[in-house]
């Protein structure tokens, strides 16, 4: 008798756990996202290949043949989030909520559900904490509708076998990166193991019409833990911004494919949960003291809301050969540029300083419109000037000190008369299409020099 013994050749790949870029060796920092040690090894399962062709082909339609049914929105009853996402949750749609551990996601999960449940079932799925912490959390936050359901569970079979049993609206996954498919030897939270288990929820949220909510958490860099092709799949992604340690939190829509992107719900944490923040800009201002040098407002486009904030300056001669730039909220990049058209426009002499930039309140800024507050905060601290308290600025600044203009001017400038502002120093290129018919003294300003003048001597 004679035995034939089969070998059966194992593939394994290399994945980076960060992006997802597959390697047929470990390698030590991934070429795609420049993180380094981020390779683990997974198995390919080995089959052999087929012809993908099928006599049954997908049903084509032509265009204009295509009918877009209405719908409504459900409403959670946080006005925040509502507006944020565009009036409401889209049904069937997927959304990605990520942040950092313990800057609550399950907090605002819970808000929503006790809302969401007067439209449907809710079942509100834990791979983090027991049913008995959630029970404990819900009650702290008086979340008590019948119709939500809970159950600790991380594999996707058990859990996509709940859904068939109870026919949810609304699924939560808390959190993505401990859910796995027993039928992949990965462990949870690996890329092939969020990729399959996302896969798996993006057809139940489009073949179902159920609304679809993954948690996940951040890395250290603030990118989603995981790969860049779940930002891709979900139809909004929603990133807690501010730090655990701030008592307030600013929520972003960085992709909406059901309403605009950029904008950002402030929410208020304390004992009770979330409350929400529905003038801003007079709370980050409340806190501003005005007889010091280095400090002056301005006023950033968050999507389509103007928001005040104060931009706060120090420098610090060095002790040190090495002088220390830190910023805080906005692009330590632009700010080396700015000192850079300080240094050679104007003459400072900041080589030589410790340059401390800080967006009060925790909010982070993306765009350059506070450029020229950035500026005028450094100067006011470098020259020890007090910038008059009633005084907004705002203006993109060029490598050769010229202001440029920037959207939403008048929106900008009627924001701040409401917080009772009397005077703005905006780009000449505003200045000349200005539609605003407001009380404020507006002053056009050309150059950085200009800007700096017009605060440090207040001739207006």
């Not at 009036?87 to 399950?106: D, Y």
């Not at 765009?367 to 905060?377: G, K, N, P, R, Y």
């Not at 020099?449 to 440090?456: A, D, R, Y």
Request: overall charge positive.
């Amino acid at each position: 008798m004679s035995f034939i013994i089969m070998k059966i050749k194992m593939k394994f790949k290399f994945l980076c756990q960060s992006c997802g870029y597959e390697s047929i060796q470990w390698l030590g920092r991934c070429p795609a996202c420049r993180l380094w040690n981020s390779f683990k090894q997974e198995k390919l399962p080995n089959n052999s290949k087929k012809n993908l062709a099928s006599k049954d082909s997908a049903d084509i339609f032509k265009l204009k043949d295509i009918f877009i049914k209405n719908f409504s929105r459900y409403k959670t009853g946080i006005k925040e989030f509502d507006n944020m996402i565009g009036g409401g949750i889209v049904p069937g749609s997927f959304i990605f909520l990520g942040g950092q551990p313990g800057i609550g996601k399950t907090t605002l999960m819970l808000h929503m559900s006790n809302a969401l449940s007067d439209n449907g079932v809710v079942l509100y799925i834990s791979g983090e904490e027991s049913l008995s912490q959630i029970k404990f959390h819900a009650e702290r936050l008086k979340v008590v509708k019948d119709n939500i359901f809970l159950a600790a569970e991380t594999n996707i079979k058990n859990i996509m076998g709940a859904v068939d049993r109870i026919c949810p609206k609304f699924l939560i996954i808390d959190s993505i990166q401990t859910i796995y498919n027993p039928e992949i030897s990965s462990i949870p939270g690996t890329v092939t193991q969020i990729k399959e288990s996302a896969s798996e929820f993006l057809k139940l949220a489009k073949s179902k019409n159920v609304v679809v909510f993954l948690l996940g958490h951040i890395t250290k860099d603030g990118d989603l833990a995981g790969p860049k092709v779940l930002e891709h799949m979900v139809d909004t992604v929603l990133y807690f911004e501010s730090e655990r340690q701030h008592t307030y939190r600013i929520l972003r829509a960085y992709k909406n494919r059901f309403g605009p992107t950029s904008e950002i719900g402030i929410f208020k944490m304390d004992s009770s949960g979330f409350s929400e923040i529905l003038n801003p800009s007079l709370v980050f201002l409340e806190e501003r003291v005005t007889n010091i040098a280095g400090s002056i407002v301005t006023v950033s486009m968050e999507g389509i809301r103007p928001i005040l904030i104060e931009v706060q300056a120090l420098t610090s001669r060095t002790a040190f050969g090495i002088p220390r730039k830190m910023v805080l909220g906005y692009d330590v990049n632009r700010v080396t540029i700015i000192i850079a058209v300080l240094e050679k426009t104007l003459d400072f002499s900041l080589e030589m300083q410790n340059i401390f930039i800080n967006i009060a309140s925790g909010i982070k800024i993306r765009e350059t419109s506070i450029d020229l507050a950035v500026a005028c905060a450094i100067a006011s601290a470098n020259l020890k000037f007090i910038c008059p308290k009633d005084v907004i600025v705002f203006g993109e600044i060029g490598l050769a000190g010229e202001i440029r203009s920037v959207s939403f001017s008048s929106e900008r400038l009627l924001e701040a008369e409401k917080l009772g502002f009397k005077k703005a120093i905006i780009p000449k290129g505003n200045f000349k299409n200005l539609s605003y018919k407001g009380t404020m003294d507006v002053l056009s300003s050309e150059t950085l020099e200009t800007s700096i003048k017009f605060l440090k001597n207040e001739t207006y």
